[in-house]
C-alpha cells in the first residue's frame, strides 16, 4: 500500500508574514494521514526551515540547476537545497517547459543531479490541450518519463512523477478522475518497464486540485497523492486536501 503524498507548490507566491501564516495554520492540522511537503520560492527556504522545525511537513524547491556549480548567475545547485534541509525538488513543470524553454533532456540532467544529491525529483509530465485533442497524450507524457528513466537508471524508483495536463493547470478544468487514472495507468506501465520496484512509487496527479475533487481523484488506484497549485496557498484548502488522501 503506497502512502500517499502531497505536495504544495507556492509558485511566485508568498510574503515573509503570509508564509508564516500559512505554515503555521498547516502545523496546528497536524498530524495529517499523508506525507506533505511545500515548495516556496527560493527567496522564503530558510525561513520556512524554521517555521517547519519540529513538524513532520516537508520541504521542497520549485526548481534547481543541472549544474553543481560555477559561474552560473542565478541558479541554484540541487547541493544548496540539500544543505537548507530540502527532500523533494520540482524538475519539468510544464511552466518551466513552456516559459523557458526546458526541453526532455535538460528536466533528466536536472532530476539527475537531483538524485545525486540524495534528495527527490518530482517530475512531472503532462500534455497541452491541442495534444490532447488530437490523441497525443499517452506518447507525449511516455517520451517525457523516458528521457528520465534512461538518466536516472537504477536510481529510477528515487523519483516521484507527478502528471499535470498543461490544459488543466490553473484554468479551473480538471481531468475526471477516470481521465486521470487512464494516464497514470501509462505511466505505472511505463515504470514497472524500467524498473522491479514501479509498484512502491508514487505518481502524483496535479491541475486545479480542490477539496471538492481531490477525494474522488486520490481514490483511483494508481493516485497517489497530488501537486497542489493554488489551492496550497490556503491552509484550510491545502488541509482539506491532505485529509482526503487517505
Not at 519540529?54 to 547541493?79: F, K, M, N, P, R
Request: glycine share 10%; hydrophobic share 45%.
Amino acid at each position: 500500500m503506497r502512502r500517499k503524498l502531497v505536495i504544495g507548490n507556492w509558485k511566485m507566491h508568498g510574503s515573509l508574514a503570509a508564509n508564516a501564516e500559512l505554515l503555521a495554520g498547516l502545523r496546528a492540522a497536524e498530524p495529517f494521514v499523508c506525507d506533505t511537503a511545500v515548495c516556496p520560492p527560493y527567496p522564503y527556504l530558510a525561513a520556512c526551515v524554521l517555521a517547519l522545525q519540529g513538524s513532520h511537513i516537508a520541504l521542497g524547491a520549485q526548481d534547481c540547476s543541472a549544474h553543481e556549480q560555477g559561474a552560473y548567475t542565478g541558479e541554484v545547485s540541487a547541493a544548496m537545497l540539500a544543505d537548507l534541509g530540502c527532500r523533494y525538488v520540482i524538475v519539468g513543470h510544464s511552466e518551466r517547459r513552456s516559459l523557458h524553454a526546458e526541453g526532455d533532456q535538460l528536466v533528466a540532467e536536472k532530476a539527475r543531479v537531483v538524485v545525486s544529491k540524495g534528495l527527490t525529483p518530482v517530475v512531472c509530465v503532462g500534455e497541452t490541450l491541442a495534444e490532447r485533442e488530437d490523441g497525443q497524450t499517452e506518447s507525449v507524457v511516455k517520451r517525457q518519463l523516458s528521457a528520465v528513466i534512461h538518466a536516472l537508471g537504477h536510481c529510477v524508483p528515487q523519483m516521484v512523477v507527478a502528471y499535470e495536463p498543461v490544459w488543466a493547470i490553473g484554468t479551473g478544468r480538471t481531468a475526471t478522475p477516470e481521465q486521470a487514472q487512464a494516464v497514470h495507468a501509462v505511466l505505472r506501465a511505463q515504470l514497472k518497464a524500467a524498473t522491479s520496484h514501479a509498484d512502491g512509487m508514487r505518481i502524483l496527479y496535479g491541475g486545479s486540485v480542490k477539496p471538492d475533487n481531490a477525494a474522488s481523484l486520490f481514490s483511483q488506484p494508481d493516485i497517489d497523492g497530488g501537486l497542489i497549485g493554488g489551492a496550497s496557498l490556503k491552509a484550510a484548502d491545502f488541509i482539506a486536501i491532505c485529509r482526503a488522501a487517505l
